[in-house]
């Protein structure tokens, strides 16, 4: 092979690689415009059975405020998809999220509506309404703007990324399997731990489902993705804390519909179909391995999940019912909602209670430190107790074995009632667009875009307040620091572009347009042959994939 067909295989080489790395550009190299056929088969479906089930059910104005509810959920998506906005959707998933939380228990009311009027439950659908479109207006501006990549960046080394990913998912997978064998290393190590164990896997989850998606992985390595990812979930699951895993099956799937380009519709339904199945058994797993004195063996995790699917299906309506069933044993969608807690403080905040002003963020300075350095420090969940007992949820000895479901956004009310819900939002909206930003134009293996990943797994599992949210993005962005120490390198950036070497690209396409509107002749061999400009800019075009400095080219006779 002769030094030209050698430097010709480099030079394609790179190109195929800068390609690779191009995932994480601004513009992902996947079909909009399946995802966008997607979008709209999936709004149309969603909007039509919403209709069909609350037909007769709810009056015009809760209509018109939930139709409204329901179109901001939908904006962001919409925006992403037609190319508007670019990046990594994490607010489009975001804003779906409010669907089964807020959405579709208002739609298909329920007893619970009695206890409200027809103005008080406007109040709070226009509530949640307005704070996803003023977090929406601001995300879409702060990504609209962000336009220039940087020179260098942290990453990944790509010849080596696939089993060190890898190594990141077994991480995980061996903490979650001897979960209990890491809880009796002291509180001040395991949080520690779980932060960067949970932090490493989500990084292997998104970039193979990606590749999954692509059909870029080999058998060998998606084989034990599987295995892996099937062990991680039964684990989680198996808590009896489903919005453990919400992260991870969030985060899977999100990889996997962009690196395919569109919804995979009969794997997401059946997700969704086993998460309501569980969700509807919860209560009686809950009594009996939280309550009672039955406790939880890997051994026999057939059994356990036999057993929490039957109450599932009990619950559903299928197969026998138990006699004296729970009363309180409710639909799927009643009870992963928030509405209803969202109605009752509205309700009685400022009439019967007074705002709390700040007391559920007292605590969040305190909570970023780890445990380590202060083992007297408040839980995460603080915010979550002292909704709880101020509302009269729960008493104050029911704080520690159950725990109420708040967002930040009810949270935000109960402090500084409309004012602060519209600070959270501009909130909200500039941390998602800077994060946005900050992972477009890099590569997929680059921290700014693993950072965004973990970003939309800390979302995907935000049914709860501030602190909570707080804490664990600080834990993840430590951990992906920690990580960047260990496995990153700084280096040019492949999606990087000076700005003349932009302008030497524009010109000569011009003057390819030019050639072809002229309709110039065939050349003959001699003036096939390149010149010296030619030479010299075939060097420097393949220096840049290089990153190298363009060598001087030196035109002997007989070159051209």
């Given at each position: ?373 202060n083992k007297e420090k408040v839980w995460a969940h603080a915010g979550n107790m002292i909704l709880s007992v101020y509302y009269e949820f729960l008493e104050r ?36 667009g800077a994060v946005t930003a900050f992972s477009c134009r890099v590569p997929m293996l680059s921290f700014g875009f693993l950072f965004g990943v973990q970003l ?30 260990i496995l990153m390198k700084k280096l040019p950036n492949p999606l990087f572009v000076s700005s003349r070497a932009g302008q030497r690209m524009e010109a000569q ?52």
């Amino acid at each position: 092979m002769t030094k030209a067909e050698r430097d010709q295989k480099n030079l394609e080489k790179k190109r195929k690689m800068a390609q690779v790395l191009d995932m994480g550009g601004i513009s992902l190299p996947i079909s909009r415009g399946g995802l966008l056929k997607g979008f709209w088969l999936f709004a149309a479906g969603f909007l039509g059975w919403l209709f069909w089930e609350s037909r007769g059910q709810i009056n015009g104005e809760t209509v018109l405020v939930t139709m409204a509810l329901s179109l901001t959920c939908f904006l962001p998506a919409w925006l992403w998809c037609t190319g508007r906005v670019s990046g990594l959707p994490i607010f489009p998933v975001f804003g779906l999220s409010f669907l089964p939380t807020y959405v579709i228990p208002l739609w298909r009311g329920g007893v619970w509506l009695s206890d409200y009027s027809e103005a008080e439950i406007a109040t709070a659908g226009w509530t949640v309404a307005g704070f996803l479109l003023v977090s929406t207006l601001i995300w879409q501006q702060i990504c609209v703007r962000a336009q220039k990549a940087p020179a260098k960046i942290f990453m990944i080394e790509r010849v080596r990324s696939e089993w060190i990913l890898m190594g990141c998912l077994i991480a995980q997978t061996i903490f979650e399997i001897g979960i209990y064998f890491f809880k009796d290393l002291g509180e001040g190590i395991f949080p520690i731990l779980r932060s960067f164990a949970a932090s490493a896997g989500r990084l292997g989850l998104f970039i193979f489902s990606y590749q999954i998606g692509k059909k870029e992985l080999s058998k060998g390595y998606t084989y034990l993705f599987v295995a892996l990812t099937a062990a991680i979930v039964i684990r989680q699951t198996s808590s009896l804390l489903l919005s453990t895993v919400f992260a991870t099956i969030g985060v899977l799937f999100a990889g996997l519909i962009l690196g395919r380009g569109k919804i995979p519709w009969g794997s997401l339904a059946l997700t969704v179909f086993m998460i309501g199945v569980l969700q509807l058994g919860k209560v009686e797993m809950r009594e009996k391995y939280f309550e009672g004195e039955k406790t939880f063996a890997m051994g026999d995790t057939l059994g356990f999940f036999t057993e929490w699917i039957s109450f599932g299906f009990k619950n559903m309506g299928f197969g026998s019912r138990q006699e004296g069933r729970r009363e309180d044993a409710r639909s799927v969608t009643d009870r992963g909602s928030l509405i209803q807690v969202m109605l009752r403080i509205q309700q009685k905040t400022p009439s019967q209670l007074p705002y709390l002003e700040g007391a559920t963020y007292r605590y969040i300075p305190e909570m970023l430190i780890p445990r380590i350095f202060n083992k007297e420090k408040v839980w995460a969940h603080a915010g979550n107790m002292i909704l709880s007992v101020y509302y009269e949820f729960l008493e104050r000895e029911q704080i520690f074995k159950t725990s109420i479901a708040f967002d930040p956004i009810i949270e935000a009310y109960a402090n500084f009632g409309y004012p602060g819900v519209f600070v959270f939002a501009v909130v909200m909206g500039i941390l998602i667009g800077a994060v946005t930003a900050f992972s477009c134009r890099v590569p997929m293996l680059s921290f700014g875009f693993l950072f965004g990943v973990q970003l939309l797994a800390v979302l995907l599992a935000s049914f709860n307040t501030t602190g909570v949210l707080v804490t664990s993005l600080w834990q993840s962005f430590l951990s992906l620091v920690g990580l960047s120490l260990i496995l990153m390198k700084k280096l040019p950036n492949p999606l990087f572009v000076s700005s003349r070497a932009g302008q030497r690209m524009e010109a000569q396409s011009e003057r390819e347009r030019e050639r072809e509107r002229e309709g110039e002749r065939d050349p003959t061999s001699l003036q096939a042959s390149p010149t010296r400009e030619d030479l010299r800019r075939f060097e420097s075009e393949a220096a840049q994939l290089r990153h190298e400095r363009p060598q001087r080219f030196v035109y002997r006779k007989g070159n051209g």
